[in-house]
């Protein structure tokens, strides 16, 4: 059975990090890109940040650049957003999505549920 599977949300003041994971089963990640995206209440949900393939290209949204990473472990099937200096405008439910391209939501295949995020004091 394919999941994916997001972790590591939770409620945090302005200026603290969080780091998320996405655990893939029954998918092998390094074998696809990945993008995560987040949906505020009221809000479309948009690409945060997004790791290709073979060129290890990486692309982040203006919104977060220089304190969002997006990283992999392939050994444990998880890819990792570093989120830090967070503000309260990060408030929202973090999705991992695999085998599209970029941080636009159309053309990825794989989603997870989400996990939620909170940036308040």
């Known amino acids: 059975q394919l999941r994916l599977v997001e972790s590591g949300g939770g409620l945090v003041q302005p200026g603290g990090s969080l780091k998320l994971s996405c655990t893939a089963s029954?998918?092998?990640?390094?074998?696809?890109?990945i993008g995560w995206f987040r949906q505020a209440p009221g809000k479309e949900r948009e690409g945060v940040s997004y790791s290709g393939l073979s060129d290890g290209s990486t692309i982040y949204a203006d919104s977060v650049k220089g304190r969002f990473t997006i990283s992999r472990d392939n050994a444990k099937n998880t890819v990792y957003l570093q989120m830090n200096s967070l503000k309260p405008e990060d408030t929202a439910i973090y999705y991992c999505?695999?085998?599209?391209?970029?941080?636009?939501?159309?053309?990825?295949?794989?989603w997870g549920q989400g996990t939620q995020v909170t940036v308040s004091s």
């Open positions: 029954g998918i092998t990640l390094d074998l696809h890109s």
């Open positions: 999505a695999a085998g599209g391209y970029g941080l636009t939501k159309h053309g990825y295949t794989y």
